[in-house]
């Protein structure tokens, strides 16, 4: 018999798995641009269901390599096209009775030789902007209300990313970043805030100096950058610092998408570019593993939140000490994400 035989729950003990339901009531969905798969997931011909505001997402992309994404029920009668759809040519087909669709939408061809119906699939607006495909949603359907900004200049590699689920709404995770007290305690890092954080419009730009916590401000930790952050909207966070150690300018995307009520997925799309030394030395290998270490470091500190997201309730009324992070410019700047004022950053049990 193995020794490692699996213990007996205590009956007495109440911490169990987190589920969705554990985090009621809660924050409305946002409004905005969202995160819902890599280019290189839709590949020519290919068919994707995401997930998106509780509902599905079908994105395809023609064999010429024209992206689309539209709801996923066909006009005819209803066949999730998600699900057995299938791309010929520039056509997105459907798997019942296999109309066609062109990258517009419009029905074009019956599999029966007859007229189309004048029908048309949903289309949603999408960006497709550093490796990411962004699809806007909007509660009130109102047209996108801003642009998805490239963050890679021409000489960066095309970006690692690294996804993952969360038990969280996307404003704690954003709200993470100007969390300015929980960076010590939970992440071990001691931080100091360069400048007043700046409000403009959809933007909320922060910069930050780091540092392990506890490190002398001495040698070791001096050459660590000032990491510039522009959170966009609810859907995203970009971070930039040049001239890292080993010399490397870094950007990263991380992209939070609300999939479900509580539920959301999470992207962290990193490029880093060699300069200077780094440029002579070991810039081609280093340039593709540096992506998936910062990766994998941001992954164990989410980690952290996540175990912290994943229980909490949201607290319309935070009592808050000094040492704490502008919570509350940040929630009343979110607040125009929100599309009806009245329940905006609000419910609270
Ligand atoms: S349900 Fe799509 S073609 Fe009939
Ligand atoms: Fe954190």
Known sequence: MSRWRRRERDPRDTARAPSPDDRQPVLPYPNGWFAVATSGEVRPGRVLTRRLKGEDVVLYRTTSGRLSVVRPFCPHLGAHLGHGGTVRGDNLVCPFHQFQ???EGTCVRTA???????????????????????VWSHAEGRAPQWEVETLLGPDYPAPHCTPRSLLAHPQDVLENFVDIGHFGPLHGLSLSVLGDPVYEGHHLKVAYGLRPAGAKSGKRYSTLPTMRLTIEGLGAVL??????????????????????????DLRVSVALRPTGAGRRRVARVAATLAPKVFARAAAADTKRDAAIWAYSRYQEQPRLAQGDGPIMPFRRWARQFYGDPAQAPARTG
């Open 101 to 103: 669709f062109d990258p």
């Open 112 to 134: 029966y030789g007859t007229p189309p119906p004048k029908a048309r699939l949903a289309t949603l607006d999408f960006r497709e902007v550093d490796d990411l495909v962004f």
């Open 239 to 264: 971070v930039a610092a040049d001239d890292m150690k080993f010399g490397f300018d870094l950007r990263a995307r991380i992209c939070v998408t609300p999939v479900d009520i509580n539920q959301s």
